[in-house]
């Protein structure tokens, strides 16, 4: 059991250097520039070269799919999905989320339609997409927010009775499960991101899943500007490709990922240990039946229950070095460009207002290290008092 350090009986320390939300997961150099050293000898750097091919095997292994295509990132991945399936009109999802999930909705000339969250979940509630469901709309699109997956079963009832696309937003799911299942296993189509900040990273990078061979040959037409041979252009695609270099370093990365997984594990049980009790902060937990990506360790700062606002500890803890993030504030559905929809009302979506003012992402990487982690609960303990439960 942990017993509290001296440190938090007094002001703790900050941090000597700036410690981010994340830190990008890099393999040993040496490997990586082995694995460059093929590239070079090739000349051959991207347009389907040995080591992407390679990538999109060893992925579809190691999270058993049937279809899995590379593409630049996960915001050219959601737009590949939404024209490989032919959405048009309204497009139903939440405004807890990345602006890429939104944008690259009216990117594609679609109409974002909010609906809430579930207020514990911070997944869409399958309810309000129902309430939201018009003539118009073709697809729903759910985000796995945090690595907490959508609530799939409802939503597949939902999709299959008013015959709309599924689509899901994986991008904080990488290796995620429930109950043994690949999480990507749901929906016509799953996205995940590559980008640097994600569990899985290529520098930039992302993928479509299906289990669809028919959309997997659409995705990877589009990935590539619809061009099927050198007189055929099939598709009206545009440039969505993976490069080798990228791929090099997700090939080294895909065989350390499940160690930085469960090192993440391990700061995620001390930040849960230790920040149990405190009042008004409460973690984000999964449920047991659920595989965590770890992407990020979320607590909500409950508005009245706290000593401090989110904002406030948000500021505070800078001052200790420690650069927690508001992800996702402000919610998409206040943007000046999406905050004219009726949807966006914040009457439609009042769970997902209030998430967006109380979640807080701390620190959450393998390199952090256990005695960093500790001195953040310190930190925490400080600003927001000790936690309130039997002392060993
Ligand atoms: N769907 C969802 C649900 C998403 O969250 C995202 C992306 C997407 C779709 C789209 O996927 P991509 O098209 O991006 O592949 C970051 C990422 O840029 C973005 O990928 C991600 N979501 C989003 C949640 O977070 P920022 O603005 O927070 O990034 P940034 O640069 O502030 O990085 C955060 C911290 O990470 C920094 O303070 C320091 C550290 N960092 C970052 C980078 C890039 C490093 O230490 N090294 C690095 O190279 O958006």
Same mark, same amino acid.
């Given at each position: 059991?942990?017993?509290?350090?001296?440190?938090?009986?007094?002001?703790?320390?900050?941090?000597?250097?700036?410690?981010?939300?994340?830190?990008?997961?890099?393999?040993?150099?040496?490997?990586?520039?082995?694995?460059?050293?093929?590239?070079?000898?090739?000349?051959?750097?991207?347009?389907?070269?040995?080591?992407?091919?390679?990538?999109?095997?060893?992925?579809?292994?190691?999270?058993?799919?049937?279809?899995?295509?590379?593409?630049?990132?996960?915001?050219?991945?959601?737009?590949?999905?939404? *024209?490989? /399936? $032919? &959405?048009?009109? =309204? %497009?139903?999802?939440?405004?807890?989320?990345?602006? @890429?999930?939104? #944008?690259?909705?009216?990117?594609?000339?679609?109409?974002?339609?909010?609906?809430?969250?579930?207020?514990?979940?911070?997944?869409?509630?399958?309810?309000?997409?129902?309430?939201?469901?018009?003539?118009?709309?073709?697809?729903?699109?759910?985000?796995?927010?945090?690595?907490?997956?959508?609530?799939?079963?409802?939503?597949?009832?939902?999709?299959?009775?008013?015959?709309?696309?599924?689509?899901?937003?994986?991008?904080?799911?990488?290796?995620?499960?429930?109950?043994?299942?690949?999480?990507?296993?749901?929906?016509?189509?799953?996205?995940?991101?590559?980008?640097?900040?994600?569990?899985?990273?290529?520098?930039?990078?992302?993928?479509?899943?299906?289990?669809?061979?028919?959309?997997?040959?659409?995705?990877?037409?589009? *990935?590539? /500007? $619809? &061009?099927?041979? =050198? %007189?055929?252009?099939?598709?009206?695609?545009?440039? @969505?490709?993976? #490069?080798?270099?990228?791929?090099?370093?997700?090939?080294?990365?895909?065989?350390?990922?499940?160690?930085?997984?469960?090192?993440?594990?391990?700061?995620?049980?001390?930040?849960?240990?230790?920040?149990?009790?405190?009042?008004?902060?409460?973690?984000?937990?999964?449920?047991?039946?659920?595989?965590?990506?770890?992407?990020?360790?979320?607590?909500?700062?409950?508005?009245?229950?706290?000593?401090?606002?989110?904002?406030?500890?948000?500021?505070?803890?800078?001052?200790?070095?420690?650069?927690?993030?508001?992800?996702?504030?402000?919610?998409?559905?206040?943007?000046?460009?999406?905050?004219?929809?009726?949807?966006?009302?914040?009457?439609?979506?009042?769970?997902?207002?209030?998430?967006?003012?109380?979640?807080?992402?701390?620190?959450?990487? $393998?390199?952090?290290?256990?005695?960093?982690?500790?001195?953040?609960?310190?930190?925490?303990?400080?600003?927001?008092?000790?936690?309130?439960?039997?002392?060993?």
């Amino acid at each position: 059991m942990w017993t509290r350090s001296a440190a938090s009986q007094t002001t703790p320390r900050a941090f000597d250097h700036p410690i981010y939300v994340t830190r990008p997961l890099l393999p040993d150099f040496r490997t990586y520039t082995e694995a460059l050293s093929g590239i070079w000898e090739r000349h051959w750097l991207t347009n389907k070269g040995r080591v992407h091919d390679a990538l999109e095997q060893a992925l579809r292994e190691h999270l058993r799919v049937s279809h899995l295509s590379l593409v630049s990132s996960g915001t050219a991945a959601l737009m590949l999905a939404y *024209r490989a /399936l $032919g &959405i048009a009109g =309204e %497009v139903i999802t939440t405004p807890l989320t990345s602006p @890429a999930t939104v #944008n690259s909705v009216t990117w594609c000339g679609l109409t974002p339609v909010f609906a809430d969250v579930d207020p514990e979940r911070l997944t869409l509630d399958p309810a309000a997409v129902e309430r939201a469901i018009t003539p118009r709309t073709s697809a729903i699109v759910g985000v796995h927010l945090y690595g907490m997956p959508c609530q799939v079963d409802s939503l597949r009832t939902l999709a299959e009775r008013h015959r709309l696309r599924l689509i899901y937003d994986g991008a904080h799911a990488f290796g995620t499960q429930i109950d043994g299942e690949p999480v990507s296993k749901f929906g016509d189509a799953t996205i995940l991101s590559f980008h640097a900040t994600k569990v899985f990273n290529t520098a930039e990078g992302g993928a479509v899943i299906t289990e669809d061979a028919e959309i997997k040959r659409r995705v990877e037409l589009l *990935r590539t /500007l $619809g &061009i099927q041979d =050198e %007189v055929t252009v099939a598709l009206p695609g545009i440039n @969505a490709r993976m #490069n080798e270099l990228e791929a090099a370093l997700g090939l080294a990365n895909l065989d350390i990922v499940e160690r930085e997984r469960l090192a993440r594990a391990e700061i995620a049980d001390i930040y849960l240990t230790r920040l149990d009790g405190i009042e008004g902060l409460r973690p984000f937990k999964l449920p047991a039946r659920v595989r965590n990506s770890h992407n990020y360790f979320v607590v909500r700062i409950v508005e009245g229950a706290s000593r401090l606002s989110r904002d406030d500890l948000y500021e505070r803890l800078k001052s200790f070095n420690v650069f927690a993030r508001r992800y996702f504030y402000p919610l998409c559905s206040n943007f000046s460009f999406y905050r004219d929809l009726p949807s966006s009302s914040p009457v439609n979506v009042p769970a997902a207002n209030r998430a967006a003012n109380e979640v807080l992402c701390l620190p959450l990487y $393998g390199g952090l290290g256990h005695d960093a982690a500790h001195q953040i609960c310190d930190i925490l303990e400080h600003l927001l008092g000790k936690p309130d439960r039997p002392q060993p």
